[in-house]
């Protein structure tokens, strides 16, 4: 398999019910995508900035003082210390890491690459690329020989699921005795809502003090409002990451200069993250209830930017009910083959937007 083999992009089909959804009189409410709407925080744009004489190529393992900034938010923002700057790297954005993960460990036919049921698809389409074979299984038990990349999504996209320490003990345990790598995206971890906490892979309580085989993956996209910068970045097994910042040298993945800067600025500034966190609160207070209201029930949901959702139907019936009233979802059969009666709300709309999608699911009821 390869480029020739993948399907087409999913959302193209949802085109129809963004064109019905438009027709309503108060307007669309966009709430199938998941990209930030809200204004990139000024210390990052000034950052930005000053950094664009950048005349000189970029390094790929990112500035001293960008990688430097990284190991120190960690150990702040996820209870990670001890790492040091040769366990980070930069990269062009997660989702560009998810789909070349496998390529940049030389997977390929006869390697099984294990997703989550319920995720978004470029896991499995990275896999394919290479010619590997995707499975989606969430028990460790059920990860099978011959498995050498592990993806786990905390909290998950499309469902807000959260792992707890355990979960990932488990699943960290089992990826070494498949001597396969553990790859944990946990893009959305500043968001977790009706949780104490949300865990790295990379927690000592989870490593007991050994990240070997271990990876976590971080995006500024969410937390920051910096998807259209492309900024995010991996840390952990010091082994894997050499190997990654080898291949990615020959492969020219090297992250802006300007958006080097801009990350490190973002880091360094907990204050627009609590503010933007205090942003999609509000927004989830007065989606969820609304949603429920109008007959669906929430599953998991515990973190992100999502509320996954079921009437107990067909999706695509589901979604028409949606596009009358002028609210457009994301349905269940893009995340995966097991959640067909399944949809996602992102709460990435504006105040205004979100308010308006709420009246509506509530008179609906």
């Known amino acids: 398999m390869g480029v020739r083999d993948l399907d087409d992009y999913p959302w193209d089909a949802v085109a129809p019910y963004a064109a019905r959804a438009k027709q309503h009189p108060g307007g669309v409410v966009d709430l199938s995508i998941g990209s930030p709407v809200d204004p990139t925080p000024d210390v990052v744009a000034a950052a930005l900035t000053r950094a664009t004489d950048a005349h000189a190529y970029p390094q790929t ?19 990670v210390a001890g790492l040091t700057v040769d366990q980070v790297l930069p990269t062009v954005g997660s989702k ?19 997703h989550p049921r319920a995720a978004y698809p470029t896991y499995e389409v990275g896999a394919k690329l290479v010619g590997a074979t995707p499975l989606a299984a969430d028990d460790p038990a059920q ?26 003990r488990a699943a960290a345990a089992r990826a070494r005795e498949l001597g396969a790598v553990l790859a944990s995206d946990e893009c959305y971890a500043e968001l977790g809502w009706n949780v104490a906490s949300v865990p790295s892979i990379l ?4 490593t007991g003090g050994d990240v070997s085989g271990l990876l976590s993956v971080y995006s500024l996209s969410k937390q920051s409002n910096l998807a259209g910068y492309r900024a995010a970045f991996l840390a952990g097994d010091a082994a894997l990451v050499a190997r990654l910042l080898t291949a990615r040298k020959h492969l020219g993945l090297m992250l802006p ?35 429920q209201a109008a007959g669906f029930r929430i599953d998991h949901s515990e973190g992100g930017l999502y509320l996954w959702a079921t009437e107990g139907r067909d999706a695509w019936e589901s979604m028409g009910r949606l596009a009358d009233l002028g609210i457009l979802a994301g349905p269940g059969h893009f995340y995966g083959a097991h959640f067909p009666q399944h949809v996602r709300f992102s709460l990435t709309a504006t105040d205004e937007r979100i308010a308006a999608a709420a009246a509506r699911l509530t008179a609906s009821a």
């Not at 990112?62 to 209870?79: C, F, K, M, N, Q």
């Not at 390929?108 to 690459?113: K, L």
């Open 203 to 206: 927690d000592p309580h989870v």
């Open 257 to 291: 200069a300007p958006v080097q800067a801009a990350m490190t600025a973002a880091l360094a500034d907990d204050a627009h993250v609590a503010a933007q966190r205090a942003r999609y609160a509000e927004r989830r207070a007065a989606l969820l209830p609304a949603v």
């Open 96 to 114: 560009e890491l998810v789909a070349l993960l496998p390529l940049l460990l030389d997977l390929g036919p006869g390697d099984v690459v294990v």
């Open 61 to 79: 393992i990112g500035t001293p003082a960008l990688r430097e900034e990284i190991v120190a938010w960690y150990a702040r923002r996820r209870g």
């Open 143 to 168: 990860w099978p020989e011959g498995t050498k990349l592990i993806w786990i999504n905390s909290p998950g996209n499309p469902d807000g699921r959260v792992l707890g320490v355990g979960e990932l």
